[in-house]
């Protein structure tokens, strides 16, 4: 019998850091009344050793040759990626319920092409089969297992020298090591860091699923964000079936790159040409909208941003906005009372970025004034029209990055106009032809263009 040592920690959900003495506030992220209270026991000499890697010079290390990647056949994920899946890299793939991860996740592992182990405590195998035949996967090289102890399943990767192993989802499976429930913070980080060892050891990649809400509600998969390599996650807004797969952390590839997919009985189908699915229900002949070209990572994306302006009827005003942020909102509409003499302080304004995806780039701010401006005033901005621009206090509007595409992929769609920076347009090397460069310096000689 091995000997149990019993020990209480303050364990905090949010960031996954043990304290031996509680606190309101968590002394490693800041957050209040995350710590909570765990009682630990420890079986001695059932945890996996931990290999000693000897030091080693970086001139040797050079030499050998890079980091092999293994492509999941699916482009937009071998994009957000850097180029697939990293040999002996730790994944995370977070979403919430019934997004879509446990279908992805299939898809990647018939794509990889390469001995995959399954573990999925949370589905029985019937059914994963099911889904397999109805994404039409083959399934060779794919083995599933429902094991729910952690230390098994680093038994079957060895046994069966699994290449990717995915396990879903991390809320239900546990170590045989602590007492506490599968799910708990606990249990969450200790599995973690023992798939991290297996990782590094055996030169596996493990992909760990993760069920996570939006507002981070289920706070356990959060803190393995400091422990894998990649942290992804797959987002969507239940009212359309486009999903969006984007890294929030990636060590070895950039973070601003998206995966774009419509979400059908086929699975997960990659969406080649985002901007036609963003417009396709795409609003015309009404004020208050407008077309904005969006960039995610290299990609442009064109977007339908909509604005509601109407009469407050309670005391404050409200100011609702979705996929913008509200603070440069609340700007962008002082700059509209301040500059161009628009009442808004006593009306209510709802702006929507049509689709669900979120834009943070400053570049979205003319389009946002101009729809809030065309709603406002009850005018209409041309159909053909996009527009780009970051917006300044002073009502200026600043130059963008890589115009070029942005340009590009509106004259593709068939606009006939962008009303763009004056200093991005002369900095412009090429000459479009068959879309009209509206350079402007401005807020109000933008209006004047469109309106
Ligand atoms: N037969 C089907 N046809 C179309 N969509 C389906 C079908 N079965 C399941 N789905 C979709 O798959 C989603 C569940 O996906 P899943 O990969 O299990 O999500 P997660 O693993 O993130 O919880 C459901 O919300 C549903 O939209
Ligand atoms: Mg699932």
């Not at 297996?198 to 699923?209: A, G, L």
């Amino acid at each position: 019998m091995a000997k149990t040592t019993t020990k209480i920690v303050y364990l905090c959900s949010q960031c996954g850091a043990d304290f031996a003495k509680w606190n309101g506030q968590c002394p490693a992220c800041h957050e209040w009344g995350t710590l909570s209270e765990f009682k630990t026991s420890t079986k001695a000499g059932k945890r996996l050793s931990v290999d000693k890697r000897p030091s080693a010079g970086l001139s040797d290390l050079l030499k050998t040759p890079p980091l092999t990647r293994i492509s999941t056949k699916i482009g937009e994920v071998d994009r957000v990626l850097g180029g697939g899946l990293l040999r002996g890299s730790l994944i995370l793939l977070g979403g919430s319920p019934g997004i879509g991860k446990s279908t992805l996740a299939l898809q990647i592992a018939a794509g990889a092409g390469r001995p995959v182990l399954y573990i999925s405590a949370e589905e029985s195998e019937e059914q994963i089969a099911l889904r397999a035949r109805r994404l039409g996967i083959e399934g060779a090289g794919l083995q599933l297992s429902g094991e729910n102890r952690i230390e098994t399943v680093l038994e079957e990767i060895s046994l069966l020298k699994s290449e990717l192993v995915f396990i879903d989802s991390i809320q239900t499976v546990y170590s045989a090591v602590l007492d506490s429930l599968p799910g708990s913070v606990s249990q969450i980080r200790e599995c973690g860091q023992q798939l991290l060892q297996v990782c590094k050891q055996r030169n596996v990649t493990v992909i760990i699923i993760g069920h996570v809400t939006k507002e981070g509600v289920i706070a356990g998969p959060k803190m393995l964000e400091h422990m894998v390599d990649t942290v992804l996650y797959l987002d969507g807004d239940d009212r359309y079936d486009q999903r969006i797969l984007r890294s929030a952390k990636n060590r070895f590839g950039t973070t601003n790159e998206v995966g774009i997919f419509r979400m059908d009985a086929g699975g997960m189908l990659p969406v080649e040409n985002p901007s036609e699915l963003f417009l396709s229900e795409r609003t015309s002949g009404i004020s208050g909208t407008t077309i904005y070209p969006a960039l995610e990572g290299s990609r442009p994306i064109l977007l339908e941003i909509q604005a509601l302006v109407s009469a407050a009827n309670f005391g404050t005003p409200q100011r609702n906005v979705n996929g913008f942020d509200l603070r440069r909102l609340a700007m962008l509409l002082a700059v509209l009372e301040r500059r161009q003499g628009l009442v808004l302080g006593t009306r209510d304004v709802f702006v929507n970025l049509v689709g669900g995806l979120k834009v943070n780039d400053p570049a979205a701010d003319l389009a946002v004034i101009g729809a809030v401006a065309s709603a406002t005033l009850d005018k209409i901005i041309p159909a053909n029209t996009v527009l780009v621009g970051e917006v300044g206090l002073a009502g200026e509007v600043r130059s963008v990055s890589q115009l070029e595409k942005r340009v590009s992929e509106a004259k593709a769609l068939g606009f006939k106009q962008i009303v763009a920076p004056a200093g991005s347009v002369k900095r412009l090397n090429f000459k479009p032809t068959g879309i009209r460069l509206q350079g402007v310096k401005t807020v109000r000689e933008a209006f004047e263009i469109v309106f």
